[in-house]
């Protein structure tokens, strides 16, 4: 049952979450649960801890707290005596340092957010509305049948029509024994009950149950979590899946295939120290200090060991082919200001002190950083001015690379004078964003997952609508799109069916209504962007089911009917506000829980037709002998056999089928199809009929 998965949820997520820390309490310092944590303990935190609580920096060195996990944002943020507070979830990404608790449990910022996710929104799944129906029907008619019966039955036996086997008349006014009346009447009341009794559905519960729970287990062999028992059957309804790009349709395994430097292109493999050395010392410069990843490089002179986001990896790697010392380059320069990378913007910014000055170095989305660029470097290291036909041939070659579905990163930086850097405010310091010198372009490949274009096509196939969200260049988007088989190169590629998150968030909510059912890649948007489409398609009637890994899609992912969280990539945010969690965040999973979704659906509308059979049989029959004859040919004791082995038995043979390919054939049901449908009728009377 639910209650039961919550529990065992509720016990993995203590286990795993029970982290020992050190705490200095009472003068006195010891090791203890997190749990255990009271407002006033101080904490020291190193590097690779997880902040255990809210609170307040007290002391430290050079500390730089990874709050990815709260507000997706994947730049280290330092902490000092100006910005001291520290959240709880978070990690130690550099430095070291000592909190006080001010805050634990539900009242952290964690907690709080924690509390909003699982909150139920109190909307029923299409299947639980189709379920109330059909009891309510079935529990109606099984009453009335009763109530006939009832009426029947008395108005015989007290008027004299009800007789016995040996053909003398049952109640005989004025003559018959109050006890013997009251007995007569005590047996036709019992079988009207008995009657209601088979009549209302009470074994359907337990039949949705078993097929839930049967195919909650076996989803788990094809890589799929359930979190919550009624998404099962949710998934099976599903007119159209939202789909992230990055790591759900594609590999994640970038590598840069191309790269565009002082205005050149030139092979990924390239020594651009070779070409130009002046304008290569300040791309690298770029490339090693402005990134979350790290390089170590072994005693042994073995391969180096790179860290980061893939797309982190994929630059970095890179540097290190064209000649970049990542050690020596960062001793060389210090960090005076960080941008964290922000999905709005699309692109992330520091500032580094050299011997040359102090550069402002950008990167992020091509055509947005060059937008900001007012000139660019040559050969000799010169600054060029940025004219139209420059500016043109740049455009061109980011169009090129996305049209080839290259991720396409663009490095920029300008000088500024270290006299206009705030000494005492450093940390709201807003770095230059215009009039940039671009310094390179790089196309950065990422694969088609295998199997993805069959998974899109089984989808297609069985009526159900594959979009992609993606915060990637359209280009890129339209490409990847091609060639996962979610857009077809025959069709229309173009607004409305493609389109920037911009765009879509703009529009008034009747406009992205009307548009909403058309679109089929959304480019360069944001998570906002996709909760606002989300919207739209529930407002339109569909059932939504979304991927998603960040923090930042938790709205989305909540507000679906299935929010499906990727279990590699995913943080924890994201884990718990889906409703199935995809192990290997792989899109193939994703269809094969739509499979398994269908199944549950299908083997519960055979359960209630199996069901109706036996109960209309069942009333037909009494009804007719009744009206008849005065007496019904089943009695109590055998209708409530007859419901027992049906609620039993037959729920567990129905409810454990597996499902089979043909269900990836027929069309979803979405929210306005009823559970009974015309053939299911068709079928009973003919069964009934004949019985």
């Not at 040359?356 to 040559?378: N, R």
């Not at 037709?609 to 009494?622: E, S, Y």
């Amino acid at each position: 049952s639910d209650y039961r998965q919550s529990l065992q949820f509720q016990h993995l997520n203590e286990e795993k979450q029970n982290i020992q820390v050190e705490v200095l309490r009472g003068g006195k310092r010891f090791r203890t649960s997190i749990f255990d944590l009271v407002v006033g303990d101080v904490v020291p935190l190193n590097i690779g801890d997880q902040v255990p609580a809210d609170g307040i920096l007290i002391s430290g060195h050079s500390l730089a707290i990874d709050e990815s996990s709260m507000t997706g944002e994947s730049k280290t943020v330092h902490k000092d005596q100006k910005a001291p507070f520290l959240m709880s979830g978070c990690k130690v990404a550099d430095g070291y340092g000592s909190m006080l608790v001010t805050g634990v449990g539900i009242n952290t910022e964690w907690g709080q957010l924690m509390a909003n996710l699982s909150e139920d929104n109190g909307e029923e799944t299409p299947l639980q509305v189709r379920l109330n129906g059909v009891a309510t029907f079935i529990g109606m008619v099984g009453l009335s049948v009763a109530g006939v019966v009832l009426g029947v039955l008395a108005i015989r036996y007290f008027t004299g029509h009800t007789k016995n086997p040996d053909g003398t008349v049952q109640f005989r006014a004025g003559t018959t024994g109050l006890k013997q009346g009251f007995m007569g009447a005590i047996r036709i009341l019992t079988i009207a009950v008995t009657i209601v009794v088979v009549a209302v559905p009470e074994g359907l519960p337990l039949a949705v149950t078993l097929t839930l729970a049967y195919s909650m287990r076996k989803m788990m062999l094809d890589k799929a979590l359930v979190r919550r028992l009624s998404s099962c059957e949710t998934m099976g309804s599903a007119t159209t899946i939202c789909s992230d790009k990055t790591g759900t349709l594609t590999l994640n395994k970038m590598t840069v295939v191309e790269a565009h430097f002082i205005g050149t292109r030139l092979d990924p493999c390239d020594d651009v120290r070779a070409i130009s050395s002046s304008s290569a010392a300040l791309l690298i410069e770029g490339i090693a200090q402005n990134t979350t990843g790290t390089v170590f490089l072994p005693e042994d002179g073995g391969a180096a060991d790179v860290t980061g986001s893939p797309t982190e990896k994929a630059i970095l790697s890179w540097g290190l082919k064209i000649g970049m010392d990542f050690n020596d380059v960062r001793s060389k320069s210090s960090v005076l200001h960080v941008f964290p990378f922000n999905s709005e913007k699309k692109r992330g910014g520091v500032a580094v002190q050299s011997d040359t000055g102090v550069h402002i170095h950008w990167k992020g989305a091509a055509e947005l950083v060059l937008s900001s660029c007012k000139s660019w470097l040559s050969l000799d290291g010169s600054v060029q001015p940025m004219g139209a036909q420059k500016r043109n041939e740049y455009k061109k070659s980011i169009e090129d690379m996305a049209k080839s579905s290259l991720r396409c990163v663009a490095f920029a930086y300008c000088q500024c004078d270290i006299e206009k850097i705030p000494k005492e405010d450093i940390a709201d310091w807003k770095l230059p964003e215009e009039d940039l010198t671009l310094l390179g372009i790089v196309g950065i490949k990422d694969p088609c997952r295998p199997g993805v274009r069959s998974a899109v096509q089984l989808c297609k196939n069985a009526g159900v609508k594959v979009r992609m969200v993606t915060g990637d260049n359209i280009e890129t988007a339209k490409a990847i799109a091609l060639e996962c088989g979610i857009l077809d190169a025959n069709g229309v590629i173009s607004e409305p069916f493609v389109i920037e998150g911009k765009a879509f968030r703009e529009m008034s909510e009747i406009a992205r209504g009307e548009i909403a059912d058309k679109i089929t890649v959304m480019g360069r948007s944001s998570p906002n962007d996709k909760l606002l489409l989300v919207q739209a398609l529930k407002r339109k009637g569909h059932v939504v089911a979304v991927t998603g890994d960040g923090t930042n899609d938790a709205p989305a992912l909540h507000e679906a009917d299935i929010g499906l969280a990727m279990g590699m990539s995913g943080t924890e945010v994201a884990k718990e506000s889906s409703d199935i969690i995809i192990l290997d965040d792989d899109f193939t999973s994703v269809v094969k829980v739509v499979r398994w979704g269908r199944s549950v659906y299908a083997n519960i509308q055979k359960f209630i037709q199996f069901q109706l059979t036996v109960n209309v049989a069942a009333l037909v029959i009494n009804v007719i002998a009744a009206v008849s004859s005065g007496d019904v040919p089943l009695n109590a004791v055998e209708l409530l056999w007859v419901n027992l082995i049906m609620d039993t038995l037959g729920a567990l043979a129905l409810a454990t089928e597996p499902p089979t390919d043909n269900l990836m054939k027929r069309q979803p049901v979405g929210r306005r199809e009823p559970l009974v449908t015309n053939i299911m009728w068709r079928n009973l009377f003919v069964q009934v009929e004949f019985a």
